[in-house]
């Protein structure tokens, strides 16, 4: 039988349920990717996230070649153009079954139901999986039948439903015979034009790196990351996000990995490892809600009530923001960080968020669109739910009274200054007393902005715009 795997954010071979399937079923299996400039514009992906998704592209396709399997890439315009596209590649190669591991964003599941009723039309069978986070979507429910939208529950049954079969991942797959044509990854035209500053040497591609990294990660730094996980400049966190966004790793594989080294245990053991399988669960959790509540893929917040909020615009600040020149130190060096590594730290994450939807409260929608353009490893539900938490607008979200100071948050988090000083040069030569509120005469000193507001007046104007809303 011909076989084909159609890749999406799944580009690996490891605890890859359809690729497996596809070989345990099929004598010869075809691959294919399907690329679009439009779609990916669509979706805010970051120039960067499409440059790291190409290098990856690449090394799934030198894989997959020592199997035998051949990678085609298409061209698209766009997911409606994605049914006819498969359509004819099946009667080219004269295809009996598909297989594809499930993308569950609302874009992604019209596309689907589209692809599935042409197949069904031309009784060509298909299987589809779940590969992206340990249970279905919308599969783990409350008491009352009703999906979670607080994170403590929804870790709580993700535990007591957990089977450590689950992580029956292993799979060797045997080469198969040589097909008639080979891939096209190499003569494809992308059209893909650079606009990014990150050294990508800091993200290396492919699946033998991502489990390179993780299994550093686990054996040098997972012991202590709750204590190292907040303070940005000690890195004491996975790096593994862009990794886990393309599917170049599975978080059943980090999860099997974590367990190894905690006696297989979710709840006692080393704080550090069951603290990051937490991150992974929150990772799930924001699946979960984008798929249980499709408003947030409409632009809509989780909370109704902040719908009413009467959020500010400012060009000028709004540009501040974007290039890390707000005048405070901690936050201007994280939005540098994105830019210069198209990754920040999520304690920083949350810092810059709060200090865009509270203290400028200008729209979380801009700051997530903008996020999206820019991380490598943008994902929609984590981002969305990030933004949503920070501007108190989200399930189990921050409450909107709580405003974190960027001051105290990097005396706290940063007390040398030194990640400020990697990020913002021109502070370099300040002590760590003044590094993070620089005096005017500093600021002249060292040609580093004023502040572009006032934090305790920002503070007042954002409770009472939200007290309005919630009256
Ligand atoms: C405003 C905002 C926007 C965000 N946007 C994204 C995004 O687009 N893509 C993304 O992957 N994460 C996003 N996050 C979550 C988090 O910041 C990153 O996952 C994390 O910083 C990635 O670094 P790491 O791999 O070293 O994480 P680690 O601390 O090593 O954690 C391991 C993994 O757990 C998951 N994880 C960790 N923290 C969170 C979290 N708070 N929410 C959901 N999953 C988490 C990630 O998959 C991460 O790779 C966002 C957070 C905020 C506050």
Same mark, same amino acid.
């Given at each position: 039988?011909?076989?084909?795997?159609?890749?999406?954010?799944?580009?690996?071979?490891?605890?890859?349920?359809?690729?497996?399937?596809?070989?345990?079923?099929?004598?010869?299996?075809?691959?294919?990717?399907?690329?679009?400039? %439009?779609?990916?514009?669509?979706?805010?992906?970051?120039?960067?996230?499409?440059?790291?998704?190409?290098?990856?592209?690449?090394?799934?396709?030198?894989?997959?070649?020592?199997?035998?399997?051949?990678?085609?890439?298409?061209?698209?315009?766009?997911?409606?153009? @994605?049914?006819?596209?498969?359509?004819?590649?099946?009667?080219?190669?004269?295809?009996?079954?598909?297989?594809?591991?499930?993308?569950?964003?609302?874009?992604?599941?019209?596309?689907?139901?589209?692809?599935?009723?042409?197949?069904?039309?031309? %009784?060509?069978?298909?299987?589809?999986? !779940?590969?992206?986070?340990?249970?279905?979507?919308?599969?783990?429910?409350?008491?009352?039948?009703?999906?979670?939208?607080?994170?403590?529950?929804?870790?709580?049954?993700?535990?007591?439903?957990?089977?450590?079969?689950?992580? @029956?991942?292993?799979?060797?797959?045997?080469?198969?015979?040589?097909?008639?044509?080979?891939?096209?990854?190499?003569?494809?035209?992308?059209?893909?034009?650079?606009?990014?500053?990150?050294?990508?040497?800091?993200?290396?591609?492919?699946?033998?790196?991502?489990?390179?990294?993780?299994?550093? &990660?686990?054996?040098?730094?997972?012991?202590?990351?709750?204590?190292?996980?907040?303070?940005?400049?000690?890195?004491?966190?996975?790096?593994?996000?862009?990794?886990?966004?393309?599917?170049?790793?599975?978080?059943?594989?980090?999860?099997?990995?974590?367990?190894?080294? %905690?006696?297989?245990?979710?709840?006692?053991?080393?704080?550090?490892?069951?603290?990051?399988? @937490?991150?992974?669960?929150?990772?799930?959790?924001?699946? !979960?809600?984008?798929?249980?509540?499709?408003?947030?893929?409409?632009?809509?917040?989780?909370?109704?009530?902040?719908?009413?909020?009467?959020?500010?615009? !400012?060009?000028?600040?709004?540009?501040?923001?974007?290039?890390?020149?707000?005048?405070?130190?901690?936050?201007?060096?994280?939005?540098?960080?994105?830019? !210069?590594?198209?990754?920040?730290?999520?304690?920083?994450?949350?810092?810059?968020?709060?200090?865009?939807t509270k203290n400028m409260l200008h729209d979380w929608r801009l700051g997530e669109a903008y996020f999206m353009q820019n991380l490598i490893d943008g994902d929609f539900a984590s981002n969305n739910g990030g933004w949503q938490w920070s501007s108190s607008t989200g399930?189990?979200?921050?409450?909107? &009274?709580?405003?974190?100071?960027?001051?105290?948050?990097?005396? %706290?988090? @940063?007390?040398?200054?030194?990640?400020?000083?990697?990020?913002?040069?021109?502070?370099?030569?300040?002590?760590?007393?003044?590094?993070?509120?620089?005096?005017?005469?500093?600021?002249?000193?060292?040609?580093?902005?004023?502040?572009?507001?006032?934090?305790?007046?920002?503070?007042l104007r954002a409770i009472d715009a939200f007290k309005t809303a919630k009256s």
């Amino acid at each position: 039988m011909e076989a084909l795997v159609w890749f999406r954010s799944d580009l690996r071979l490891q605890d890859n349920p359809a690729l497996r399937n596809a070989f345990e079923q099929a004598k010869n299996v075809h691959a294919v990717f399907i690329f679009s400039n %439009n779609q990916l514009k669509k979706h805010n992906e970051a120039n960067v996230k499409i440059d790291f998704l190409k290098s990856n592209l690449f090394l799934l396709e030198e894989k997959l070649d020592k199997l035998n399997v051949p990678l085609t890439i298409i061209d698209s315009d766009g997911f409606d153009n @994605d049914a006819s596209l498969i359509e004819q590649f099946i009667e080219k190669k004269n295809i009996k079954k598909v297989f594809w591991n499930n993308q569950f964003g609302e874009d992604e599941a019209i596309r689907d139901k589209l692809v599935k009723i042409l197949l069904d039309k031309k %009784n060509i069978d298909y299987e589809t999986y !779940n590969d992206q986070i340990i249970y279905e979507p919308g599969f783990l429910k409350t008491g009352q039948g009703l999906p979670y939208s607080v994170f403590t529950p929804f870790k709580r049954k993700w535990i007591e439903n957990f089977e450590m079969d689950f992580l @029956d991942i292993e799979y060797r797959y045997e080469a198969r015979n040589n097909l008639d044509y080979s891939s096209n990854v190499r003569d494809f035209d992308f059209n893909y034009k650079k606009t990014h500053q990150v050294n990508m040497e800091l993200w290396p591609a492919g699946e033998d790196e991502a489990e390179t990294r993780l299994l550093r &990660f686990l054996n040098e730094k997972a012991i202590d990351y709750s204590k190292n996980r907040n303070d940005p400049i000690l890195d004491g966190t996975s790096r593994i996000s862009p990794y886990l966004a393309l599917g170049i790793i599975s978080s059943k594989k980090c999860i099997l990995e974590a367990l190894k080294i %905690n006696n297989f245990e979710f709840n006692s053991g080393h704080i550090g490892v069951t603290k990051w399988i @937490d991150e992974i669960v929150w990772r799930e959790f924001y699946k !979960n809600i984008m798929f249980s509540f499709p408003k947030v893929s409409k632009g809509q917040p989780f909370q109704d009530y902040s719908k009413t909020i009467l959020w500010r615009y !400012n060009e000028d600040e709004f540009n501040a923001w974007k290039e890390g020149k707000t005048g405070f130190p901690i936050v201007d060096a994280a939005m540098r960080q994105l830019l !210069n590594e198209g990754w920040m730290h999520n304690r920083l994450r949350m810092v810059v968020a709060m200090f865009f939807t509270k203290n400028m409260l200008h729209d979380w929608r801009l700051g997530e669109a903008y996020f999206m353009q820019n991380l490598i490893d943008g994902d929609f539900a984590s981002n969305n739910g990030g933004w949503q938490w920070s501007s108190s607008t989200g399930t189990d979200a921050a409450p909107y &009274f709580r405003i974190f100071n960027p001051i105290t948050q990097s005396t %706290n988090f @940063d007390k040398e200054g030194t990640f400020i000083k990697k990020y913002v040069p021109e502070l370099k030569d300040l002590d760590k007393s003044v590094i993070h509120n620089p005096s005017i005469e500093h600021r002249k000193y060292c040609k580093y902005p004023e502040p572009i507001l006032d934090l305790k007046e920002s503070r007042l104007r954002a409770i009472d715009a939200f007290k309005t809303a919630k009256s």
